[in-house]
């Protein structure tokens, strides 16, 4: 039986092809020469036509049971200097962090260091609100108030706000919660701020390191890492509005857990096929990942652990996330009924990357609903 290494092994560059994670890729049947041929008829006419071929900005890619089957990667990841993006070069994800948030978390519920059902004061002493679990933080169903609101009243905008300030700023004020907690859903990016700082807790490491520790070393995301330092961002990986002018960098952008990973489609798909392993992730975790938890309103859109989904009679449930964060816009699905993982990542402003869930149509029995959301 294979077992995980050590969270504590340190970073070892793999000598080993890009998408080969062996103690963690589940065996998944041969894609045949005419299924990829017959997948790429669709697939090319979308990223001419809808992503925009020499005018996508970004990394695209569609994989079958691990296999890539149709991947582009094309423009720049420096447009000023003429620097062009290549398949190793990690770009911002935005809001796609809150999926590899969500898996860590549910790493170290696997290894039973914490529990879904637990008040976040356990270990954030100095939260004000009472009765919030991990699962509320990680569903969206707390009712903490957006920091991006509350700070931009109170703090001064010269200086960089940390994961820290954030809990800070809640402890001192008591903003009212939006709404009683565990009664619906509304989509909030202090909830994954403050699981980074959970995270942070419970392992004993900055968030950056435990990520790597958890889910990127073991995986051999050797392209990903949590930016800690924003005053590096322009040299790392500069956003572009859509007429490729740099975004600045604003207070905010020293904030993780809910944004501020760097990756590329190619690691993104290592995280996809390991959430197929019952030795990376167990079932039950999978389990609680992969399904609604917020029907207080009819509709077919849901949220589960980290992951976006839409679920419609007769069809099979679609599961992804989305993310815009400055010029950085991108969408992670993956289609589960299929062993199906679509990636699509620009640093260059664009809805188009929204629109991946039209190829959805390729594959029987998943429902198609386009809405652009961040």
């Known amino acids: 039986m294979l077992t995980s290494p050590s969270c504590t092994t340190k970073h070892q560059q793999s000598s080993e092809t890009a998408l080969k994670i062996p103690q963690y890729k589940p065996k998944f ?20 036509q809808i992503l925009g071929n020499d005018r996508f900005n970004g990394m695209f890619l569609v994989a079958k049971n691990g296999k890539i089957i149709f991947e582009k990667v094309n ?7 003429e620097k062009k993006l290549e398949t190793n070069t990690p770009i911002h994800l935005a809001s796609i962090s809150k999926s590899v948030t969500a898996l860590a978390v549910m790493r170290l519920v696997d290894r039973k260091e914490l529990s879904l059902e637990d008040d976040v004061r356990k270990y954030l002493p100095i939260f004000p609100y009472k009765g919030i679990t991990i699962r509320m933080l990680l569903t969206h169903r707390s009712g903490v108030p957006y920091y ?66 958890l889910v990127f070393d073991p995986l051999k995301m050797n392209n990903s890492f949590i930016l800690d330092k924003p005053e590096k961002i322009n040299k790392i990986s500069p956003s572009y ?10 207070f905010l952008d020293g904030i993780y857990g809910d944004k501020n990973m760097y990756s590329t489609a190619r690691d993104l798909l290592k ?28 509709g077919s859109r849901n949220y589960g652990l980290g992951m976006r989904m839409v679920e419609v009679p007769d069809k ?14 991108g969408c992670y699905a993956t289609l589960r009924g299929d062993t199906v993982c679509i990636i699509a990542l620009s640093n260059a402003y664009t809805r188009s990357v929204y ?10 029995g998943y429902p198609f609903e386009y809405k652009d959301e961040e």
């Open 271 to 298: 995280m996809d096929i390991a959430t197929y392993s019952h030795v990376f992730l167990s079932e039950k975790s999978r389990k609680e990942i992969y399904r609604g938890y917020s029907y207080e309103k009819p």
């Open 316 to 329: 099979k449930p679609y599961f992804f996330h989305t993310g815009w964060w400055h010029g950085n816009t």
């Open 148 to 213: 991006g609101y509350f700070a931009d009243r109170i703090w001064d905008h010269s200086k960089k706000m940390t994961n820290q300030d954030v809990l800070k700023l809640l402890n001192k004020h008591v903003f009212p919660l939006n709404f009683p907690s565990g009664t619906h859903f509304a989509y909030c990016n202090t909830n994954y701020a403050l699981l980074a700082l959970v995270i942070e807790k419970v392992t004993e490491v900055k968030f950056p390191k435990a990520m790597k520790m």
């Open 75 to 81: 423009g720049y990841l420096d447009y000023n200097n």
């Open 29 to 48: 049947n041969t894609v045949s020469n005419q299924y990829i041929s017959n997948k790429r008829q669709h697939i090319y006419p979308f990223y001419k």
């Open 241 to 250: 509005n859509s007429r490729f002018q740099t975004q600045a960098v604003d």
């Open 355 to 364: 629109q991946v869930h039209r190829l959805t149509e390729m594959f029987e």
